[in-house]
């Protein structure tokens, strides 16, 4: 088997071929720091870290490299409304991601590049594409001729005449008489942007300025990279300007594909629509996590994004959520499996760290084949799921029965394959020393029970599922009979 990535630059997906046998060169376009991290966020960078866990796992040295946009518009306008300086607010809401990021199990990068300390690199850049005829300056601005790159819409497939034709009078031409700066083609875009009153500005050969947002990761990949990388990530929305601007810049400079794939990962709708702040329908991953009724584990909502192949686009529902939740206690369940069962099973060692794994088994095989398919999540959960429901299935034997249904030595290779195989994919047990440890007495478990059960006989239901929630939270697994009565184990 071979690994298959959709490179959106030739709309096919290839066999992956990296530029150094051995070694893949990731770079991830990250968030700009103005605001909390949203689901949009929780989306694609989930999809990337499991990409590189894959890869990794796969036997790659991966070199994976993430940006921070510090210097942008939108972080200005923000500092404004809460007056303060543009370092601040970047630097809470640089916090906040690296907050936000853990609790979702995601790795951090090998580096981090932000905007602000690349500064140099940006001006050498624009220097060179002025030097070669790609940029001209005007009026302390400086931006770059669309025109004089030949290969201007190759990622997206755009050609500029047809959104020239199609803009109905929305793009207009520089007006020789009108004051100030002035761009020569309507579609040139800012790579160096002029002083403004009241606004932070560095010293360039253009004048006191700051730069625009594409050359930014222009120059941070050349300055982590060199000329070309493996794989270039992001939203889909980024392919239109950004990515495309990103190439023209650094192609026109070096002379070299900037990079051999680009991969896209597909939007969260809400509803059947875009997510978007404008319709009201926009959720921060720490407000859904902390605040919303019937809120979700880190883990289910990582599930909840990992059903989906990554190109696809995700619909945000309180039932997907909800079904999300149910299929991360299945998994959970098979997870904890030797935690709970180990001495049931005789197994001398039943530490989640002891780990073998046969890569020729069935289960090894399928999901390799599902994620070599362009990181096709979704068929590789299959596999999860079939493991995790077995273990299960064996569990709720040996509790109610009292004996084991299955050779020892194969339920153990099931549940470390388990383990293993969701760990790449980011999906590790929660609350553990919870589920093994006493944090509640038996008379408080019965308390509780006797509470539920009350609950429940006054058609309560959703008293009665927080208290089962509540249980379980607590490693406590329930048991409900016929007539009435619940059994429980830890």
């Not at 968030?31 to 694609?44: E, I, K, N, P, Q």
């Not at 942007?193 to 009241?198: D, H, I, L």
């Not at 921060?284 to 909840?304: G, H, K, V, Y």
């Not at 049931?344 to 088994?361: F, H, I, M, Q, V």
Request: hydrophobic letters at 40%; charged letters at 25%.
């Amino acid at each position: 088997m071979s690994l298959s990535l959709y490179n959106t630059l030739t709309r096919r997906k290839e066999p992956f071929a990296p530029i150094e046998p051995g070694m893949a060169k990731l770079y991830c376009c990250g968030v700009t720091v103005y605001d909390y991290c949203h689901l949009g966020h929780a989306r694609s960078y989930i999809a990337w870290d499991t990409v590189r866990r894959y890869l990794l796992w796969r036997g790659y040295q991966v070199q994976y490299v993430q940006n921070f946009t510090d210097i942008d518009d939108k972080i200005l306008n923000r500092a404004r409304k809460e007056q303060c300086s543009m370092e601040t607010i970047s630097q809470r809401y640089t916090q906040a991601y690296f907050e936000d990021m853990a609790r979702l199990n995601i790795l951090e990068a090998d580096a981090y590049t932000y905007a602000t300390q690349t500064l140099d690199g940006i001006k050498r850049l624009i220097a060179e594409l002025e030097q070669k005829g790609f940029a001209y300056a005007t009026g302390g601005d400086v931006y770059y001729a669309v025109r004089k790159f030949d290969g201007y819409g190759k990622l997206s497939g755009r050609k500029l005449d047809d959104m020239q034709a199609g803009a109905s009078g929305r793009v207009s031409t520089p007006d020789p008489a009108a004051n100030g700066p002035q761009k020569q083609d309507p579609f040139d875009f800012a790579l160096w942007k002029g002083a403004k009153p009241e606004e932070p500005a560095w010293e360039s050969p253009w004048g006191p300025g700051r730069p625009g947002w594409h050359i930014e990761c222009s120059a941070m990949v050349q300055e982590q990279f060199g000329p070309t990388i493996d794989i270039h990530m992001g939203g889909a929305d980024l392919v239109f300007p950004h990515h495309e601007n990103e190439i023209a810049q650094s192609e026109a400079a070096t002379g070299h594909p900037l990079a051999r794939y680009w991969l896209h990962n597909g939007m969260v709708n809400v509803g059947g629509e875009k997510m978007s702040k404008s319709l009201g329908n926009f959720t921060t991953i720490r407000a859904l996590l902390d605040e919303a009724p019937e809120a979700p584990s880190p883990m289910a909502l990582r599930l909840f994004v990992l059903q989906a192949q990554y190109r696809k686009p995700i619909d945000f529902t309180d039932g997907a959520i909800a079904s999300a939740k149910n299929g991360w206690a299945t998994l959970q369940e098979g997870l904890r499996f030797g935690l709970e069962y180990g001495t049931n099973l005789g197994w001398a060692d039943a530490a989640p760290e002891a780990r073998t794994l046969d890569r020729n088994s069935p289960a090894v095989q399928q999901f390799e084949a599902a994620m070599d398919d362009d990181f096709n999540t979704s068929g590789a959960l299959a596999v999860l799921f079939e493991l995790a429901k077995e273990l299960r299935r064996v569990g709720n034997v040996i509790t109610h029965q009292g004996q084991v249904d299955g050779d020892a030595a194969e339920l153990y290779q099931q549940w470390q394959t388990l383990v293993v195989l969701a760990q790449v994919l980011g999906l590790e047990a929660e609350e553990l020393e919870a589920a093994q440890g006493d944090t509640l007495a038996d008379s408080e478990i019965e308390a509780l029970l006797a509470q539920r059960q009350a609950a429940r006989q006054a058609k309560d239901f959703a008293e009665g599922d927080r208290l089962r929630d509540l249980l379980q939270a607590q490693g406590i697994t329930l048991i409900d009979k016929t007539g009435g009565l619940t059994d429980w184990h830890r």
